[in-house]
C-alpha cells in the first residue's frame, strides 16, 4: 500500500512540474489537444500510465508517465518523448525519449546507483482526435552501448 | 418307488460319507485336529538368532449347512519365542463341532519381532510360514539388525557408510569455514515460525520437541515428535529460524561438534550410500546481482552400489539437479584423511570418494567437471540481469571441510493414524519435519528469492533422486540436465507464474570451464 501512495506521489509531482509548462502561454500552439491513456510493453516498458499533450505544432508531441517493470527486479519506470506525428485523425508516429529506471530493493526503497537511463526511439501508429479514444500501436527501441532492444507496445486511452 | 427313495438316500449318504467331509479329515472319530510349527530364525551369516517371538495361529472354518460357504470358524493360537539355537515349536488342537458339514484350514504364523544387540529386527526373507494344505509347517525367517527399518542391517549401513566416506574438498575463499551441526545449532538458536495464509506470523515458539507438520487436503496439520499437536488448516507456511549473527554464522560447528550424515538404503537390486552435509549459509551475494542467500544449505552426493557392494555410478547434487559419474571417472583416495592423494578411478583399497563444493553455493562436483552457470537476460539495455557461475578449486587441495564423525539420518513414514510423517526407529527426530530450515532472501515486490531448503527426507534427492527421474535421478548428463532447465523465461521465476514472452526476460543454463578464481 505504501508502494502505491508512493507511486501516485511522483506520478502526481510530475503532474504538476509538466502541466504548466504544457500550457504556458509562451508555447504557440495550434492545436492542443491531450491524452491520458494506459501503455501495455513499449517504452513503459511493461505497464505504464501515460500523459500527452500536443505542443508548438500539431505535429508534435511531448510525451510522459510512470510505469513499472516488475521483471526479476522491481523498477519504477519514468518514459519520457517527444513524438512527431504525420497525418490527421491516422497517424503514424516517429519518436524518441527516455526511460528512466529506478530499482526498488525487497524493502521497497529506491537504490539509486542501480538506476538506469535508457534512451529509446520508436515508430508505429496512432489514431488520436479531440474528445475521442485514442489508441496507438509501435515499436520501441531501447539502445544500449553495446545492444538493442525492440519492444512492441500498445496503447489505450481518452484525449480531451 | 420305495425302492428308488431308498437308492436315492443311500447315494446320498455314501456321497456326504465320501465328499461332504472335510479334506483335512484326520481324525472323523475324535475331531480334533492337531497343527504344529517348527520355526527357525538365523540372521545374515546363517547363525540362529535367539528370542525372536511370533504368534502361532490354527484356524479351521466349517460350512455346517452343507452351501459351500464358510459360516462359523474356530482360531486358536499360540506365542512363542526361539531358543538359544533359534529355533522355536508350536503345537495346536482344534476339536470341530459335531454339526460341522464341511470346512477349511488355515495356520500361519504372524507379529515376528525382537531384537538383536539391543536393536529392533527386520524380516529380510521368509518361507512356509502359512499353510492351508497341511497341518505342519516348517516356516524359516532371515532377520537383521534394522533399527529404521529400511531393510539394511545397521552393521552393513554403518560398513558402508565408513568404507565410503567422502573427502571434501573447500575453496579457500568459501565464506563458509565449517560444516554445521544442525541439532546443535536448532537446540541452541531454532525457533519455529508458522505464517497464515495472510502471511502474518501466528506462531513462534521454541523448537524442541521439534514440530512436525504436513500439508494435506485438509490444510496444515501440526504435530510434536511425539504426535500431540492439533490440526491448523489456516497455516500457510512453517520455518524453523535460527537466530545467529550473519557474521558469524559461517564459522558453523567448531572442531569436534562437525558431522557428516549418511543415508543409506536398498532399491530393486542396489544399494545407495548417500552423504549428507549441512552448511549453516548459503550466500552468494557477492557472486550475483541479487541478495541471493539462505539460511541452512542441505547438499549431498550418492554412490550407487550393485549387489556386491561395488560403485557403479555417483552422483554429485548441484543446485536443482545432479550429474552422474562413472566410478573409474571419479577420483579416490585410501582414506578419508585430507591428507590422502586422489587418484582417479575406484579400487577395493581406494574408496573414499573426493568431493569438490563449489564456492558458496556449494554444489558438489567432480574433479575437474565442468560448473553450473546461470544467466538471467532482462531484455532492457543498461539493466543487467544475472551471470553466476560455479568455482571450484580442483587444484590447490589447501583447503576442506572436516567432519569428527558421522550421523545416520535414517528413514521417515507416513501414518495416517498419526497425521503425517515420523521418524522410523532411531532416526533424527528433525527429519521429518517438512517446513523450511532457515531463512532466506526474497522479493516481495517480484515474487522471487531463494526458498532455504527442506530436511533432507524432502529434498529431491532422498529417494526419488535415484528413481526414475529423469531430471535428477542418476544418468544425468549435461545435456540432459540443462534441457530441463533452459531456457527460463517469465515473470516470476522458474516454472510458475504467467509466461511473459522470452524479449521480456529469460534465463539460460549452461555448463562452462571452471575457473577457481584463485
Known amino acids: 500500500m505504501k508502494l502505491w501512495k508512493r507511486f501516485i506521489k511522483v506520478f502526481l509531482i510530475i503532474f504538476i512540474f509538466f502541466i504548466p509548462l504544457l500550457s504556458s502561454d509562451s508555447i504557440k500552439t495550434k492545436n492542443r489537444v491531450s491524452s491520458v491513456y494506459f501503455e501495455l510493453f513499449g517504452q513503459g516498458p511493461i505497464l505504464s500510465i501515460n500523459y500527452d499533450k500536443h505542443f508548438v505544432d500539431k505535429n508534435i508531441s511531448f510525451r510522459t508517465g510512470l510505469g513499472i517493470f516488475p521483471i526479476y527486479n522491481f523498477y519504477f519506470t519514468f518514459p519520457f518523448g517527444i513524438n512527431y506525428l504525420f497525418g490527421k485523425k491516422h497517424m503514424f508516429e516517429t519518436n524518441t525519449g527516455i526511460t528512466v529506471f529506478l530499482k526498488m530493493n525487497e524493502n521497497k526503497k529506491i537504490i539509486t546507483n542501480d538506476s538506469k537511463v535508457v534512451p529509446t526511439i520508436g515508430l508505429g501508429y496512432r489514431y488520436q482526435s479531440e474528445k475521442d479514444w485514442f489508441f496507438r500501436t509501435g515499436f520501441t527501441c531501447y539502445i544500449g552501448s553495446d545492444k538493442f532492444s525492440i519492444w512492441p507496445g500498445i496503447s489505450a486511452g481518452a484525449s480531451f | 418307488m420305495k425302492k428308488?427313495?431308498?437308492?436315492?438316500?443311500?447315494?446320498?449318504?455314501?456321497?456326504?460319507?465320501?465328499?461332504?467331509?472335510?479334506?483335512?479329515?484326520?481324525?472323523?472319530?475324535?475331531?480334533?485336529?492337531?497343527?504344529?510349527?517348527?520355526?527357525?530364525?538365523?540372521?545374515?551369516?546363517?547363525?540362529?538368532?535367539?528370542?525372536?517371538s511370533g504368534t502361532f495361529h490354527f484356524k479351521m472354518s466349517f460350512d455346517t449347512d452343507g452351501d459351500g460357504v464358510e459360516d462359523n470358524y474356530q482360531l486358536e493360537s499360540a506365542s512363542f519365542s526361539t531358543d538359544q539355537q533359534g529355533y522355536a515349536f508350536v503345537e495346536l488342537f482344534i476339536?470341530?463341532?459335531?454339526?460341522?458339514?464341511?470346512?477349511?484350514?488355515?495356520v500361519y504364523v504372524s507379529d515376528i519381532s525382537g531384537q538383536i544387540n539391543g536393536v529392533d529386527i527386520s524380516v529380510v526373507e521368509s518361507n512356509d510360514t502359512q499353510s492351508n494344505y497341511y497341518f505342519n509347517i516348517y516356516p524359516s525367517y532371515v532377520v537383521i539388525e534394522d533399527n529404521d527399518q529400511d531393510y539394511v542391517s545397521d552393521p552393513l549401513e554403518i560398513q558402508l557408510a565408513e568404507k565410503f566416506k567422502p573427502v571434501l574438498h573447500r575453496h579457500p575463499n568459501d565464506r563458509q569455514v565449517n560444516l554445521e551441526n544442525i541439532e546443535s545449532l536448532m537446540i541452541n538458536s531454532g525457533t519455529l515460525k508458522g505464517w497464515n495464509l495472510g502471511g502474518t506470523l501466528v506462531y513462534n515458539s521454541d523448537i524442541p520437541p521439534l514440530h512436525i507438520v504436513e500439508y494435506n487436503e485438509e490444510g496444515w496439520i501440526f504435530k510434536n515428535s511425539y504426535g500431540?499437536?492439533?490440526?491448523?488448516?489456516?497455516?500457510?507456511?512453517?520455518?524453523?529460524?535460527?537466530?545467529?549473527?550473519?557474521?558469524?554464522s559461517y564459522n558453523g560447528a567448531s572442531a569436534g561438534n562437525r558431522p557428516l550424515y549418511y543415508h543409506i538404503f536398498k532399491h530393486e537390486?542396489?544399494?545407495?550410500?548417500?552423504?549428507?552435509?549441512?552448511?549453516?549459509?548459503?550466500?552468494?551475494?557477492?557472486?550475483?546481482?541479487?541478495?541471493t542467500w539462505h539460511e541452512g544449505d542441505w547438499e549431498h552426493v550418492t554412490i550407487k552400489l550393485d549387489n556386491s557392494l561395488s560403485p557403479v555410478a555417483v552422483n554429485f547434487y548441484q543446485h536443482y539437479g545432479g550429474h552422474t559419474k562413472y566410478p573409474s571417472a571419479c577420483w579416490w583416495s585410501s582414506t578419508n584423511y585430507t591428507s590422502s592423494t586422489p587418484i582417479q578411478g575406484y579400487s577395493d583399497s581406494r574408496s573414499h570418494l573426493h568431493v569438490w563444493i563449489?564456492?558458496?553455493?556449494?554444489?558438489?562436483?567432480?574433479?575437474?567437471?565442468?560448473?553450473?552457470?546461470?544467466?538471467?537476460?532482462?531484455?532492457?539495455?543498461?539493466l543487467g540481469g544475472e551471470d553466476f557461475t560455479d568455482q571450484c578449486d580442483y587444484?590447490?587441495?589447501?583447503?576442506?571441510?572436516?567432519?569428527?564423525?558421522?550421523?545416520?539420518?535414517?528413514?521417515?513414514?507416513?501414518?495416517?493414524?498419526?497425521?503425517?510423517?515420523?521418524?522410523?526407529?532411531?532416526?533424527?527426530?528433525?527429519?521429518?519435519?517438512?517446513g523450511y530450515v532457515g531463512d532466506y532472501y526474497w522479493n516481495s515486490l517480484v515474487g522471487q528469492g531463494t526458498y532455504s531448503p527442506r530436511m533432507p527426507a524432502f529434498r529431491r534427492g532422498y529417494y526419488s533422486f535415484?528413481?526414475?527421474?529423469?531430471?535428477?535421478?542418476?544418468?544425468?548428463?549435461?545435456?540432459?540436465?540443462?534441457?530441463?532447465?533452459?531456457?527460463?523465461?517469465?515473470i516470476l521465476g522458474i516454472n510458475f507464474g504467467p509466461k511473459l514472452p522470452a524479449y521480456v526476460w529469460n534465463s539460460n543454463i549452461s555448463w562452462v570451464q571452471n575457473n577457481s578464481g584463485l
Not at chain 2, 361 to 382: C, E, T, W
Open chain 2, 358 to 382: 563449489s564456492k558458496n553455493g556449494h554444489a558438489s562436483y567432480n574433479k575437474n567437471d565442468l560448473v553450473y552457470r546461470m544467466q538471467v537476460n532482462v531484455n532492457i539495455p543498461f
Open chain 2, 466 to 490: 535415484t528413481f526414475n527421474n529423469s531430471l535428477y535421478g542418476f544418468g544425468n548428463g549435461e545435456d540432459n540436465w540443462a534441457i530441463h532447465l533452459n531456457p527460463i523465461y517469465g
Open chain 2, 95 to 106: 476339536t470341530v463341532p459335531s454339526d460341522w458339514y464341511n470346512g477349511w484350514k488355515n
Open chain 2, 395 to 434: 587444484e590447490t587441495n589447501q583447503s576442506y571441510y572436516e567432519y569428527d564423525f558421522m550421523e545416520k539420518l535414517g528413514e521417515i513414514e507416513y501414518s495416517e493414524g498419526w497425521y503425517g510423517y515420523f521418524p522410523k526407529g532411531n532416526s533424527k527426530y528433525w527429519l521429518p519435519f517438512v
Open chain 2, 269 to 291: 537390486n542396489n544399494y545407495y550410500v548417500q552423504y549428507w552435509y549441512f552448511f549453516t549459509m548459503n550466500d552468494v551475494r557477492g557472486d550475483t546481482e541479487n541478495d
Open chain 2, 228 to 248: 500431540w499437536g492439533s490440526e491448523m488448516p489456516s497455516y500457510k507456511l512453517w520455518r524453523i529460524d535460527f537466530n545467529i549473527t550473519k557474521s558469524t
Open chain 2, 4 to 52: 428308488l427313495i431308498n437308492i436315492f438316500f443311500i447315494v446320498i449318504l455314501i456321497y456326504m460319507n465320501t465328499y461332504a467331509r472335510p479334506v483335512w479329515d484326520q481324525d472323523p472319530d475324535s475331531r480334533t485336529y492337531r497343527a504344529t510349527a517348527n520355526i527357525a530364525v538365523e540372521n545374515l551369516a546363517g547363525n540362529g538368532v535367539p528370542n525372536i
